[in-house]
């Protein structure tokens, strides 16, 4: 049974940083590029950034470039996204999903970009 389990948000200051983490299960990890998605109040869902299975190729949204890095650790079954220089934009409901997308949704993570 295929589960994502994002953790790692909450509030903080313009400027600051987070780490989300996602921890996926139910299918051969490895195997797949992996996304980070956010959505935003009142917004649709949004790519964000994205790591192909064994690392070699990630993509950004122009939005986040220079700013986040994705990463991944496939012994631990986990994807990561470092978030720096946080703007209040950045601001919403960050979730990970395989690619292709699956119809499966973790409960996702909250990022507040406030001060």
């Known amino acids: 049974q295929v589960q994502f389990v994002e953790s790692g948000g909450g509030l903080v200051q313009p400027g600051g940083s987070l780490r989300l983490s996602c921890a996926a299960s139910?299918?051969?990890?490895?195997?797949?590029?992996m996304n980070w998605y956010r959505q935003a109040p009142g917004k649709l869902r949004e790519l964000v950034a994205g790591i192909s299975g064994f690392g070699g190729s990630r993509n950004y949204a122009d939005s986040v470039k220079g700013r986040f890095v994705v990463s991944r650790d496939n012994a631990k079954n986990t994807v990561y996204l470092q978030m720096n220089s946080l703007k209040p934009e950045d601001t919403g409901v960050y979730y990970c999903?395989?690619?292709?997308?699956?119809?499966?949704w973790g409960q996702g993570t909250q990022v507040i970009v406030s001060s």
């Open positions: 139910g299918f051969t990890f490895w195997q797949y590029t």
């Open positions: 999903n395989t690619e292709p997308e699956r119809n499966i």
